[in-house]
């Protein structure tokens, strides 16, 4: 059974910082693109950031560009979101998802949901003003 973990949300003021982590079981991911979503209430659920498959290619959402970093570590079949200078409108439920497929995943492609199969279950992320 595949299984992806999101932890790491939290409270934090704004100007703080998080780090979110995905833990996957059930199969290895290190031939796919992995990415992360959030999702505030009311909205839809919108691209953050993805890696590709060895982390030598990253995507980010415009309004989290500078501020967060995404990676990833295939020995641990782990991928990762460091959040800094959070503000208000980051938050949101954070959703760790892994590629379709296997292999190349263009710019467009790993920035929408329809190019993810597995998900994780959400990790709220709350940053008070």
């Known amino acids: 059974q595949v299984q992806l973990v999101e932890s790491g949300g939290g409270l934090v003021q704004a100007g703080g910082s998080l780090r979110l982590s995905c833990a996957a079981s059930?199969?290895?991911?290190?031939?796919?693109?992995m990415g992360w979503f959030r999702q505030a209430p009311g909205k839809e659920r919108e691209f953050v950031a993805a890696v590709n498959w060895s982390g030598s290619t990253t995507y980010y959402a415009d309004s989290v560009k500078g501020r967060f970093t995404i990676s990833r570590d295939n020995a641990k079949n782990t991928v990762s979101l460091q959040m800094n200078s959070l503000k208000p409108e980051d938050t949101a439920v954070y959703y760790c998802?892994?590629?379709?497929?296997?292999?190349?995943?263009?710019?467009?492609?790993?920035?929408?949901?329809?190019?993810?199969?597995?998900w994780g279950q959400g990790t709220q992320v709350t940053v008070s003003s």
């Open positions: 998802a892994a590629d379709r497929d296997p292999g190349y995943c263009s710019s467009y492609g790993c920035r929408r949901v329809i190019q993810y199969e597995y």
């Open positions: 059930g199969r290895t991911f290190n031939n796919y693109a």
